[in-house]
T-cell receptor, first 114, second 114 residues
Framework: DGGITQSPKYLFRKEGQNVTLSCEQN?????MYWYRQDPGQGLRLIYY???????QKGDIAEGYSVSREKKESFPLTVTSAQKNPTAFYLC?????????????FGEGSRLTVL | SQQGEEDPQALSIQEGENATMNCSYK?????LQWYRQNSGRGLVHLIL?????REKHSGRLRVTLDTSKKSSSLLITASRAADTASYFC??????????????FGKGTKLSVIP
């Protein structure tokens, strides 16, 4: 079955540590996205990539980094520079050229800083 | 940012009743989409309505779009307990340099009481 797989589902981090969230898709989608969701809030865009080896900052990119070495994979690193990283992180991808279709989402990764 | 704003923030109804959620936005859009999120899960796409459409149906869902008022509504008819979830509108618009962005609202939390 095609879909988006995020791992891990739950992650705990000590302050000062970097962590990497995995996102893999087998839908042959070109564009991939990372969103952050805080309780009772909407989704805020962190980074997005429309093609391999290229990505752009979203609205809240500070303290995060990404890479897009393969079409299927778009990992997100939450660095120690992110001051308030506890949140629910969602990865998404889109089939068509952005502007013409809907996003497919993974099941999310919940990061808690201890 | 052309963030959509949903109204109400929370809605509680009896099973069998209809549920109506509204979304307002600020700038011109390419399309407007509605998503559903069960607690702790990823978002699932429900329906997309283009800027030149006024109404769209999908099963028990009916979406309207009024571009002159910059607003949309989502109607769920004959609600079921399984419809309990958060519902988000997302507006898609041109963000420059040949790319489009989806901007999400904060959502309406729907509770359907059996």
């Amino acid at each position: 079955d095609g879909g988006i797989t995020q791992s891990p589902k739950y992650l705990f981090r000590k302050e000062g540590q970097n962590v990497t969230l995995s996102c893999e898709q087998n839908l042959n989608h070109d564009a991939m996205y990372w969103y952050r969701q805080d309780p009772g809030q909407g989704l805020r865009l962190i980074y997005y990539s429309q093609i391999v080896n290229d990505f752009q900052k979203g609205d809240i990119a500070e303290g995060y980094s990404v890479s897009r070495e393969k079409k299927e994979s778009f990992p997100l690193t939450v660095t120690s520079a992110q001051k308030n990283p506890t949140a629910f992180y969602l990865c998404a991808s889109i089939k068509a050229v952005p502007g013409t279709g809907e996003l497919f989402f993974g099941e999310g990764s919940r990061l808690t800083v201890l | 940012s052309q963030q959509g704003e949903e109204d109400p923030q929370a809605l509680s109804i009896q099973e069998g009743e209809n549920a109506t959620m509204n979304c307002s936005y600020k700038t011109s859009i390419n399309n407007l989409q509605w998503y559903r999120q069960n607690s702790g899960r990823g978002l699932v796409h429900l329906i997309l309505i283009r800027s030149n459409e006024r109404e769209k149906h999908s099963g028990r869902l009916r979406v309207t779009l009024d571009t002159s008022k910059k607003s949309s509504s989502l109607l769920i008819t004959a609600s079921r307990a399984a419809d309990t979830a958060s519902y988000f509108c997302a507006t898609e618009g041109y963000s420059g340099a040949g790319s489009y962005q989806l901007t999400f609202g904060k959502g309406t939390k729907l509770s359907v009481i059996p």
